[in-house]
């Protein structure tokens, strides 16, 4: 399940990607986000030893599939958004 959710994200984020401003930066979010869809992808197929690909639960810390997924989304989401902040604090020191 964590799969289909980062897959989703990087789908979602990729289309508002060529709509919304730069100043945004969701293509360095997108991006990382497919890096992350990449990973588990690969992740799956090296682990994988028959049975359903796509699990809803996890033998991991955290159980359930879809509680996991948003919980690899979360730094995901914080790392773009430290980006962020630190691109406007750049830009604003640029104007003093």
Known sequence: ???????????????VWSYAPKKYKLGNLALMLWGLTIMVFVDHILGYEGGPFIEME?????????????????PVFIIWEVQ??????KDDIRKR
């Open 1 to 15: 399940m964590w799969l289909i959710i980062s897959c989703v994200a990087a789908i979602i984020v990729s289309a």
């Open 58 to 74: 996890s033998d991991g810390l955290i159980p359930n599939g879809t509680v996991l997924g948003v919980a690899m989304l979360i």
């Open 84 to 89: 962020l902040v630190l691109s406007k604090l």
